[in-house]
T-cell receptor, first 113, second 113 residues
Framework: GESVGLHLPTLSVQEGDNSIINCAYS??????FIWYKQESGKGPQFIID?????DKRQGQRVTVLLNKTVKHLSLQIAATQPGDSAVYFC????????????FGSGTRLLVRP | EPEVTQTPSHQVTQMGQEVILRCVPI?????FYWYRQILGQKVEFLVS????????KSEIFDDQFSVERPDGSNFTLKIRSTKLEDSAMYFC???????????FGPGTRLTVT
């Protein structure tokens, strides 16, 4: 069945270091993979997406890597800041549907000052 | 920057009562979604809506649920007879045509007693 999951429930990093959040997926028939950030009491906030025919995409301080061979997705955050502390979800949009999002279970990122 | 808005922020209701959750999607978006997040769990897709009709729905979205776009700006989720297990955060999201990114509202916390 469809599933998107995360390797680690909590990641603690030092402020200024780079963070890498990982995600495994099982559904090969997805059009997009998307990262969301969710702060406590708020809705998911779009960070970056990558189309399934791409391997890498960069945004401001973030890079998403897609390895279709091993069905693995990662989000790299450069120079992590205290404001980056949140839960990060990966999500996928199954091909041929309404572009609904199927979310993983989340990784909590804690940034140590 | 345009945002998705939702009202109310918190709704408390008794089991068996009807509730209507309201959303105002971003104005130039064409696709609308409802998701829910039970406390401590991942975000789950409920329903997608386009061109005044449901385009996809999940198993959760049974006959007790309905959605409506009553005018050019509002998008509502109605739960006809609430159950205890309907207690969750409900998020509305919208997206533009030809883009995968969905933008989420701040959510409505529904508590069924």
């Amino acid at each position: 069945g469809e599933s998107v999951g995360l390797h680690l429930p909590t990641l603690s990093v030092q402020e200024g270091d780079n963070s890498i959040i990982n995600c495994a997926y099982s559904n090969s028939a997805s059009d997009y993979f998307i990262w969301y950030k969710q702060e406590s009491g708020k809705g998911p906030q779009f960070i970056i997406d990558i189309r399934s025919n791409m391997d890498k995409r960069q945004g401001q301080r973030v890079t998403v890597l897609l390895n279709k061979t091993v069905k693995h997705l990662s989000l790299q955050i450069a120079a992590t800041q205290p404001g980056d502390s949140a839960v990060y979800f990966c999500a996928e949009t199954p091909r041929g549907g309404s572009y609904k999002l199927i979310f993983g279970s989340g990784t909590r990122l804690l940034v140590r000052p | 920057e345009p945002e998705v808005t939702q009202t109310p922020s918190h709704q408390v209701t008794q089991m068996g009562q009807e509730v209507i959750l309201r959303c105002v999607p971003i104005s130039n978006h064409l696709y609308f979604y409802w998701y829910r997040q039970i406390l401590g769990q991942k975000v789950e897709f409920l329903v997608s809506f386009y061109n005044n009709e449901i385009s996809e729905k999940s198993e959760i979205f049974d006959d007790q649920f309905s959605v409506e776009r009553p005018d050019g700006s509002n998008f509502t989720l109605k739960i006809r007879s609430t159950k205890l297990e309907d207690s969750a955060m409900y998020f509305c999201a919208s997206r533009k045509d030809r883009e995968a990114a969905q933008y989420f509202g701040p959510g409505t916390r529904l508590t069924v007693t």
